[in-house]
């Protein structure tokens, strides 16, 4: 795709050209993991005695809350940080940039799949570093059943197609969009319930049952769980593996079916 | 040859504002040519079809011999844009600018390189080429902006209001810099602009623009002088002194202007003025003070649109239309 590669060039730099940036960028999954993940101490809703087991099986196995929380500070990690892709393009509209992209010989779709590139590889730079973390901390995540390869591939895959599909909806509804505001207030308006309506934080025994229901639904949820399953559970039972081919086919589909809508929606609308 | 061809462009806006209404131009190859208009004359909206940023409504365009509707990709190839607003990214250093453009045209890096230098070179900014072009002055950052509208060697460089904005000083160097682009590389420029003495200096063939219309189209000299006649303006000593300037066969009029002002319409100042001051002297008239004004595009300006362009610069209707245009162009 003509354009992609010096556009998406431009992109790295300046995320690493600014150091506030670039730092505040990395500090964010930490506080997520540091402060929210040790915020819910499970073992005290628990009667003494049985805290290990009462614990993990809130926690769909997880033998505390950080080693199951990973999976949805991951997966939500990918929907702040695609949440720029969006911003980005109407920036590179208001400071004038966009206007140099439509006057070159470049795909139109190369413009809005940069940004959606680049907050893929931002997210998943931070998703190492929350990782990292989480594993050091006191009380941190637990890989009590192993963690493979497979099991990295799951992660990566499922925080690549969650960070594509959030990075594409935003970009999406920034592409004719002049003003900042109006998509800072339709991020308010769908990053609490898109978050809450999902198993990202909790899991669905500790729901209410009609939001539970509803969580099934949203890909929020399918990467939270494809993640989590590995995490915990190590290797798969057959069952298992039924269900995370599910969650990943799910956000295969989804990813897909964006792609096809950027591109269209791209090359037909974008505006200086 | 004709490198540009227009027929029956037309750009009607959401709302129904015709920004140009069936423009037909024919633009010979190696010229600068100019359109000038005021605010919301449809200049801007003609560059923006023919560099394939919006489509027509009606009508079509060929440039470089490409047609703007169904090859818009290829027409882009061709030609080098140099926007009314401004496109670096200015968190990149201006170099870096150059080499980022010179990627969307596919060009060798190492020939880029050779190439931004260069043009860094010809626009005096080598020296800050390695500086962030969020530090340049506002006449630098203008002339980053022409030298990257000419990385892909254009076949046609469109110049959009190159100079709004910029004071006085840094414009005439602009035009300095527009020459030397026109003499080492000789290719055709298309310049809109609304200041008169920025297409008096640089065109070589203007169309003047109103309403989403070409009104009249030639070089500066020959639309000037279309307007017949050169004006000497006399300072005399009363009515009588003016009765006998009123009897110089060679006047095609006289005009009291008042008790002391007489303008006095010639063919041309430079064949008539040695007879005009035998003409004085014979007759005993001795003015107290003389000038010269020679038809400026002003004139023609106001001959072709009934207004002044200055005029329609500010005027309620025409900046509601501006405002309107940009918020249906977005």
Redesign the interface.
């Known amino acids: 795709m003509s354009g992609l590669m010096p556009l998406f060039q431009r992109e790295i730099k300046k995320w690493y050209k600014d150091p506030i940036f670039f730092f505040v960028g990395m500090l964010q999954p930490l506080f997520w993991i540091a402060l929210f993940g040790s915020a819910l101490d499970f073992s005290k809703f628990v009667p003494s005695g049985q805290s290990t087991f009462g614990v993990s099986q809130i926690l769909d196995g997880a033998p505390n809350y950080i080693t199951f929380v990973i999976a949805g500070v991951l997966t939500t990690t990918a929907l702040f940080t695609g949440i720029f892709a969006g911003t980005n393009i109407i920036w590179d509209r208001r400071l004038g940039t966009l206007s140099r992209f439509l006057i070159s010989p470049i795909r139109r779709s190369s413009i809005v799949f940069t940004k959606i590139f680049a907050s893929i590889v931002r997210i998943l730079v931070q998703a190492v570093i929350l990782i990292a973390a989480a594993l050091i901390i006191p009380n941190g995540l637990v890989f009590q059943n192993g963690f493979n390869v497979f099991d990295a591939l799951v992660v990566i895959a499922s925080i690549t197609m969650i960070a594509f599909i959030f990075s594409s909806i935003f970009s999406l509804i920034a592409i004719r969009m002049t003003k900042m505001n109006s998509i800072f207030g339709i991020i308010n308006l769908i990053n609490l319930p898109l978050m809450f309506a999902s198993y990202a934080m909790f899991s669905k025994s500790m729901m209410a049952s009609w939001l539970g229901n509803i969580a099934q639904y949203n890909p929020v949820s399918w990467s939270a769980q494809a993640i989590r399953m590995v995490i915990v559970n190590g290797s798969l039972t057959a069952s298992q593996m039924g269900t995370l081919g599910l969650y990943l086919l799910g956000l295969f589909v989804l990813t897909v079916i964006l792609t096809i809508a950027c591109i269209i929606a791209s090359e037909k609308e974008i505006r200086e | 040859m004709e490198i540009i061809h227009t027929e029956n462009l037309t750009k009607v806006y959401k709302g129904g504002l015709k920004a140009v209404d069936n423009l037909n131009l024919s633009i010979d190859e190696g010229q600068i040519f100019g359109l000038l208009g005021p605010n919301g004359a449809g200049k801007t909206t003609t560059i923006k079809m023919l560099?394939?940023?919006i489509k027509p409504t009606s009508g079509n365009a060929t440039v470089a011999g490409i047609n703007i509707i169904t090859e818009s990709?290829?027409v882009?190839?061709v030609i080098g844009?140099v926007?009314q607003?401004?496109?670096?990214?200015?968190?990149?250093r201006g170099i870096?600018n150059l080499l980022?453009?010179a990627?969307?045209?596919?060009i060798p890096r190492g020939e880029s390189l050779r190439r931004a230098k260069e043009l860094l070179d010809l626009v005096d900014l080598t020296e800050f080429a390695n500086k962030n072009v969020g530090t340049y002055s506002g006449g630098m950052r203008k002339r980053l902006e022409l030298v990257?509208g000419l990385i892909n060697e254009p076949k046609v460089l469109f110049l959009d209001e190159p100079t709004i904005g910029l004071d006085v000083q840094t414009r005439t160097r602009m035009w300095e810099y527009i020459r030397e682009v026109k003499k080492k590389l000789n290719i055709t420029i298309i310049l809109t602009s609304h200041y008169l003495e920025e297409l008096d200096e640089l065109a070589d063939t203007i169309s003047i623009m109103d309403y989403g219309k070409v009104k009249v189209t030639g070089t500066p000299e020959s639309l000037k002088s279309a307007l017949n006649g050169d004006i000497i303006i006399l300072g005399i000593n009363g009515n009588e002194e003016a009765e006998k300037i009123k009897k110089f066969p060679d006047a095609i009029s006289v005009q009291l202007v008042d008790e002391k002002t007489v303008r006095v319409k010639v063919a041309s100042v430079d064949s008539e003025l040695p007879g005009f001051f035998e003409f004085l002297l014979a007759n005993g008239v001795k003015p107290q003070t003389m000038s010269v004004e020679r038809p400026s595009l002003d004139q023609v300006f106001m001959e072709y649109t009934g207004r002044r362009i200055r005029d329609s610069e500010g005027g309620e209707d025409v900046m509601k239309q501006r405002i309107n245009m940009r918020r249906m162009?977005?």
Request: charged share 35%; hydrophobic share 40%; proline share 4%.
């Open positions: 560099t394939t940023q990709l290829a882009r190839k844009v926007p607003d401004l496109t670096m990214d200015e968190d990149l870096e980022m453009v990627r969307f045209y596919d990257a162009r977005a």
